[in-house]
């Protein structure tokens, strides 16, 4: 994705309020993040620990999404699979999170759920961790469809949030 100002990126949010869009904490690396090997930008808010966020780019702009993680986490012993990335971890790395839905369905408290790494890193993720079961295949190759199936992905995610 193309690197966004703080104003970018507080307007995009969809299920939250302009107060809480601008009340928000950036990531603390903001001023020099990855951003061509971003397919979007996730993080954990440094000063509300069950706050998290996702910005994803789209061809009309930027769609912003508050999150908010279970405070109850799994075992650190049990392995659990972030739904996004498709990465398996440790269970206390992957979060429950939710979303507000948008609408008058988010009016009336309904919600859209779904476990996702903790810290939201997906992007830098689905790079740097590939399953032994792919290591044989062309390195690149592997890359490239992994980032298209986390666009995909998350693309589902934002369309069950913003369901009418
Ligand atoms: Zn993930």
């Not at 690197?3 to 302009?18: A, G, I």
Request: net charge neutral.
């Amino acid at each position: 994705m193309e690197s966004l100002t703080d104003k970018q990126l507080r307007r995009s949010f969809v299920n939250c309020s302009r107060g809480e869009a601008a009340g928000l904490s950036l990531p603390r690396n903001f001023a020099d993040l990855p951003w061509p090997d971003l397919e979007f930008l996730g993080w954990r808010d440094p000063k509300a620990p069950l706050r998290g966020y996702l910005v994803v780019p789209r061809d009309d702009g930027y769609v912003g999404v508050a999150l908010r993680a279970a405070e109850s986490r799994m075992s650190s012993r049990t392995a659990a699979m972030c739904l996004l990335c498709q990465t398996e971890q440790s269970g206390d790395a992957i979060s429950l999170f939710t979303a507000r839905r948008t609408g008058a369905a988010g009016r009336n408290g309904n919600t859209v759920g779904t476990y996702i790494c903790a810290d939201l890193a997906c992007a830098a993720r689905v790079r740097t961790e590939i399953p032994a079961w792919l290591r044989t295949l062309d390195p690149e190759e592997v890359v490239r469809e992994r980032t298209a199936e986390l666009r995909e992905r998350v693309d589902g995610f934002l369309a069950a949030v913003e369901r009418d």
